[in-house]
């Protein structure tokens, strides 16, 4: 049985990847293949960045209905150093405001023969919707779906943990924060879960911590300098208030002091350990700026895998596309 329907959407009748959705589902395989294809395209800082042909003549639309900085550039520039036309929608004056339905404004972009479309909504089942609709040759893109999902996100996780630490198997893993409105965490959880971390550890307020039916496997702790002892990856993570209602809004300078990595806290985890965070910081709330910003940190690290990690995802998506269409 597979419990998440995006899952069996996200592929063709033979079981390629035509669409990102979810890393749910994904074998160990199919992930350490993106995430070579991904590191294939790394530079060293100061190198010139790298760049092929797999998406010439595609056009590649961004679609963000909410904020976004990192996710958003680093799509558009994979997405440029493929040799694809990019158009960026600015959502806030594009026909949805006027009560046009997400389906009119793709049908649109595929009339203009659109081919890659990324997307990032707050409404949870979005792009798997989108994609039961869309043409044979259209391919969507999940950079952000509510508190679900965003697999781009994961993957860069996962190239990170990589690069910096190896074997994933000795690994002990702690994603620190608003868990219950964070699509990272989640994403996180799905991939380290295929690449078959030691242990993932998950620690959050009382009132932040998801249910009990979700994250598997992983254990829960509400004391932070509990679920950091030993660590060797701490992932720090905003609280989502723009997901949060009322009383479960904890207070930033108490929420600072009680669960923010610090310096003193990090001195608990293994060393060696690094520090990610999927960015935007909120510095001195979840994380502060010294351990942001000190030696353990691989913040900047994410951000540059971010851009090899959406071309492999690009690459990867539109040469299936290419051989489906061969064979038809
Ligand atoms: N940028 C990440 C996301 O889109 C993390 C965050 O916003 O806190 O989910």
Do not use: C
């Amino acid at each position: 049985m597979n419990p998440d329907p995006s899952a069996s959407v996200q592929r063709d009748s033979d079981g390629r990847l035509r669409h990102l959705i979810t890393l749910e589902g994904m074998s160990r395989d199919e992930i350490v293949a993106l995430l070579d294809l991904a590191q294939f395209y790394v530079r060293e800082p100061g190198d010139l960045p790298a760049r092929d042909q797999s998406l010439a003549g595609q056009t590649v639309a961004n679609l963000f209905f909410e904020p976004s900085t990192r996710t958003r550039v680093s799509f558009e520039l994979a997405a440029q150093r493929l040799g694809a036309e990019v158009v960026n929608l600015d959502m806030h004056s594009s026909s949805r405001v006027k009560g046009e339905t997400v389906l009119d404004t793709i049908y649109t972009l595929q009339a203009m023969r659109a081919d890659i479309l990324v997307m990032r909504d707050a409404e949870p089942g979005l792009p798997a919707y989108v994609a039961r609709f869309v043409a044979p040759h259209v391919s969507i893109l999940n950079a952000g779906e509510a508190h679900l999902s965003h697999p781009t996100q994961g993957l860069l996780d996962a190239l990170t943990v990589r690069q910096t630490k190896g074997d994933f198997t000795k690994l002990r893993v702690l994603i620190a924060g608003d868990i219950s409105h964070s699509r990272v965490a989640r994403s996180a959880w799905q991939v380290f879960k295929s690449l078959g971390v030691a242990e993932l550890r998950i620690a959050a307020p009382a009132d932040l911590m998801p249910n009990k039916n979700e994250f598997a496997g992983a254990r829960r702790f509400e004391n932070i300098d509990d679920a950091i002892r030993g660590a060797d990856v701490v992932m720090a993570l905003r609280i989502q208030r723009e997901r949060i209602r009322g009383a479960q809004m904890p207070d930033e300078t108490s929420y600072h002091r009680t669960f923010g990595i610090n310096a003193q806290r990090l001195k608990l985890a293994a060393p060696g350990a690094i520090v990610m965070h999927p960015g935007p910081m909120n510095r001195d709330v979840e994380i502060s700026s010294e351990v942001a910003d000190g030696p353990q940190s691989v913040i900047q690290r994410q951000v540059a895998n971010g851009v090899a990690v959406r071309m492999a995802v690009l690459a990867t998506i539109a040469r299936n596309v290419q051989a489906r269409r061969h064979f038809q």
